[in-house]
């Protein structure tokens, strides 16, 4: 028997499953239960093991509350064959990768359990200072 890999589009969509999975905290056995499915096929979802449906990944935007849209967003150039993602001076903004990084994860909901949207904003306009900051001194360098 012949295992083939799995499509990179698969693996792609199953990613961003398991990026707002982890985003909403929920577990592979939660997420499952809410599909009526196990999480080891949640697992397989989330690894482009299997294939997910139309109407599966309809369901999962619902759960998950997300546009089905959202499981296509950032695709490599790779896979889409479109050279897209590219900001002002032709560099890559952003790392699709660091946002599945547990770092990442767990810095959004930290900044998302700060009630006073005032602080909230402040810290946010303080943080892109400070990476502007980190632009310009490696820019001397």
């Not at 690894?47 to 967003?73: C, E, H, M, T, W």
């Not at 952003?94 to 949207?117: H, W």
């Amino acid at each position: 028997m012949i295992k083939s890999k799995p499509e990179p589009v698969d693996v792609h969509v199953g990613s961003r499953v398991r990026l707002r999975r982890t985003l909403l905290g929920y577990s592979q056995d939660k997420l499952g239960k809410a599909l009526k499915l196990t999480f080891q096929q949640i697992q397989k979802y989330e690894r482009g093991a299997n294939r997910i449906g139309s109407s599966r990944l309809y369901q999962l935007s619902q759960i998950l509350d997300v546009p089905v849209s959202f499981f296509f967003d950032e695709m490599p150039p790779e896979i889409t064959g479109k050279t897209t993602g590219m900001s002002e001076g032709g560099k890559q903004s952003f790392e699709v990768g660091q946002l599945s990084r547990r770092e990442t994860l767990e810095l959004v909901r930290a900044y998302y359990k700060i009630k006073d949207p005032a602080v909230r904003k402040k810290l946010f306009e303080m943080i892109k200072a400070m990476g502007k900051s980190s632009l310009n001194e490696g820019d001397l360098k």
